[in-house]
């Protein structure tokens, strides 16, 4: 898994639910699609690999931290380019429910704004999240 030196943000969003059932669902692949948009909502298993076809920067391959027993949900996303982007998740204990967090971090070359526009998306993201698993 590729690591990138630069700024980092730290974007987390408490959850009234476990870290047992948070994890449960959002270390599924296949739940994606329902909450991190960032991907662009479509994600498919092509043989031994997840694809995402309409992601906003195209056609990307993304690859799972194996399931765990300590809220790790780090995945790699492979770009068009070829160029390979490790982004840490963690779910934690927060009383009886959950934090999830999300480090975004600075691509070299990105833009102020760009990076700006990226946490929006994450925190979108991770405010989808909240809303499906406290709704169900």
């Keep these: 898994m590729k690591s990138t030196s630069g700024e980092s943000r730290h974007l987390g969003i408490r959850i009234d639910r476990t870290v047992a059932d948070v ?5 599924q ?3 994606l699609p329902a909450w991190a948009h960032g991907l662009g909502g479509s994600l498919e298993r092509i043989n031994d690999r997840w ?12 690859a799972f ?3 765990n027993e ?3 949900l780090d995945h790699d996303v492979t770009l068009p ?7 840490p998740v963690r779910v934690l204990v927060d009383g009886s429910g959950s934090e999830v967090v999300f480090t975004l971090r600075r691509q070299p070359g990105t833009s102020d704004a760009a990076f700006e526009r990226d946490a929006r998306t994450v925190a979108a993201d991770l405010a989808r999240l909240k809303e499906l698993m406290e709704s169900s």
């Design 23 to 27: 994890y449960a669902y959002a270390s």
């Design 70 to 72: 300590w809220g790790v």
């Design 51 to 62: 694809v995402a076809k309409s992601s906003p920067m195209g056609r990307v391959v993304v």
């Design 81 to 87: 380019s070829g160029e390979t982007v490790h982004n």
């Design 29 to 31: 692949p296949a739940n």
């Design 65 to 67: 931290a194996p399931r």
